[in-house]
């Protein structure tokens, strides 16, 4: 299994609400990722966690609350988002432990987030 | 930090015909890896093609190549025989070497769109 699995595909949510999004991974990789991506822009790190332990945090708000609960499952917890928090949001994972190289991040298709 | 820069917003291409799409970056490491990853419109980011800049040989992957210029800093992808579904946004990124010490993410060029002409 070579695949990286986001649900939902699209979600649609009201300032007050609160949604989470989930990612999912069974190739056994130790690094997982959140990346925000803006109409025709490149996307952005936002998170990274490796072995379970959050390891990066680009400065995102804390209305962004990213979890990981086991290897192979990474959410990302919404509450209070605002209208240009709407986005394409990527999950990704990589192998990275001490006997891999190149440590490409395989990337799901995304979720559809409009915020109204 | 480090930067990735492509300077063409926008390629256009006949069918059948040679493409070449730069991308320069900024690093003060030596080692490090390199990628050109693809995402058509319907939005599923894919990898193209990886180079380790440690390695001198230029990466290949059937018709997609690489021409890698370290002391420039230049990572050119090269699409021979292109075709319609070739089309796509073309991103170059870098990355930092896994050091123990955690994961890295990727640092993006602004991308290049690649249109394909019947």
């Known amino acids: 299994d070579t695949e990286v699995t986001q649900t939902p595909k699209h979600l649609v949510m009201g300032m007050t609400n609160k949604k989470s999004l989930k990612c999912e991974q069974h190739?056994?990789?130790?690094?997982m990722y959140w990346y925000k991506q803006k109409a025709k822009k490149p996307p952005e790190l936002m998170f990274v966690y490796s072995y379970e332990k959050l390891s990066i945090n680009e400065s995102v708000p804390s209305r962004f609350s990213p979890e990981c609960p086991n290897s192979s499952l990474l959410n990302l917890h919404l509450h209070a988002l605002q209208p240009e928090d709407s986005a394409l949001y990527l999950c990704?994972?990589?192998?990275?432990?001490?006997?891999?190289?190149?440590?490409?991040?395989?990337f799901g298709p995304g979720t559809r987030l409009t915020v109204l | 930090a480090q930067t990735v820069t492509q300077s063409q917003p926008e390629m256009s291409v006949q069918e059948a015909e040679t493409v070449t799409l730069s991308c320069t970056y900024d690093?003060?490491?030596?080692?490090?890896?390199l990628f050109w990853y693809k995402q058509p419109p319907s939005r599923q980011m894919i990898l193209v093609i990886r180079?380790?800049?440690?390695?001198?040989q230029n990466a290949t992957e059937n018709r997609f190549s690489v021409n890698f210029q370290k002391a420039a800093k230049s990572f050119s992808l090269k699409i021979s025989d292109s075709q319609l579904g070739d089309a796509a946004m073309y991103f170059c990124a870098y990355r930092n070497v896994y050091s123990g010490g955690g994961a890295d993410g990727l640092t993006f060029g602004k991308g290049t769109h690649l249109i394909i002409q019947p």
């Open positions: 190739m056994g990789h130790r690094a």
């Open positions: 180079q380790e800049a440690y390695k001198q």
């Open positions: 990704a994972s990589s192998q990275d432990d001490s006997g891999s190289s190149y440590n490409e991040q395989f």
């Open positions: 690093t003060s490491e030596s080692d490090y890896y």
